[in-house]
């Protein structure tokens, strides 16, 4: 869930991550959560790896399936608290170069916060091709797309948040700063509507949100206003990040030639079972690489 903060990505996002890591246990189970998870249980093989794995929700929740499952993530801070917290140990590690041998896994999950936080193709295509080459040939790889309501895409649409595939990310967290009056005003000056529309807006935005959503939004706001420095922790988030909805998400794996074999959608995530091996897969001689954890 946390790995989309590469080397290659900005220096912000790593820091947005390990700032996050204290707080995160409030949010986990915002995108890629249990529920998701079980759509697909019968896709998913052991060994399993999940990329992106923060604190361990889901390497938890499959373990708890009986399923071996191991996880990485590039936020040291992260794999501090699946440690203390769910006394997990996790590998640190970027997910464009992957501590493992060809094929020690036939279940790869890249959770939320992986691909779909990244903009730069090469960057995607080169986390595929390491996920390909770990799986095994007959293996299963799945990637999550983290999603919003409908509701939620027409309220930050309305506002500019969210355009051409864009989430203006440090824009949307500030709303949480706002009590509701404020946000009347600030909704009703973005969007250039009356403040009686505004407040149409913000409730029929707040009514038609899932119950994750609303729980999700209440808990950013407490964090936020309990993190010591609310203009900080801000500030530490991407300014932007990708948001693809279903055909942004085709249009994406397609130009990578990547083909989809199967697709779920929950109410928080799609997640997309590609092609293995066959597709991106290219035979490393690399004797760099250690056995699967």
Request: glycine content about 8%; some cysteine.
């Amino acid at each position: 869930m946390t790995e989309g903060d590469g080397e290659s990505a900005p220096r912000n996002a790593s820091n947005y991550w390990d700032t996050l890591a204290p707080h995160h246990w409030r949010i986990e189970d915002n995108y890629l959560d249990v529920s998701s998870l079980r759509r697909i249980l019968g896709d998913i093989r052991e060994p399993v790896l999940i990329i992106g794995a923060g604190q361990g929700l889901i390497v938890e929740e499959l373990r708890r399936q009986g399923l071996r499952c191991d996880g990485i993530d590039l936020s040291a801070r992260m794999l501090e608290y699946a440690r203390s917290r769910r006394g997990l140990t996790l590998v640190r590690a970027n997910a464009t170069s992957m501590p493992f041998v060809d094929g020690s896994y036939e279940t790869i999950i890249l959770a939320t916060g992986v691909i779909d936080f990244m903009a730069d193709l090469q960057d995607i295509e080169t986390v595929m091709r390491e996920a390909t080459r770990i799986v095994s040939g007959t293996g299963n790889v799945i990637v999550a797309f983290y999603r919003f309501s409908a509701a939620q895409e027409r309220f930050l649409t309305s506002l500019g948040f969210l355009r051409e595939d864009t989430l203006h990310m440090r824009s949307a967290l500030a709303l949480h700063r706002l009590g509701f009056g404020a946000m009347v005003a600030w909704v009703a000056k973005m969007a250039r509507i009356s403040t009686f529309q505004a407040v149409l807006l913000c409730i029929g935005t707040g009514l038609g949100s899932t119950k994750q959503e609303r729980a999700i939004a209440l808990a950013m706001r407490r964090l936020i206003a309990q993190s010591g420095d609310p203009e900080a922790f801000i500030e530490a988030a991407p300014e932007t990040q990708p948001y693809r909805d279903k055909s942004a998400i085709a249009h994406l794996l397609d130009s990578l030639s990547i083909r989809i074999d199967d697709w779920q959608a929950s109410s928080s995530c799609h997640l997309v079972r590609v092609s293995g091996r066959d597709t991106l897969h290219t035979p490393c001689s690399d004797g760099g690489d250690v056995s699967r954890t």
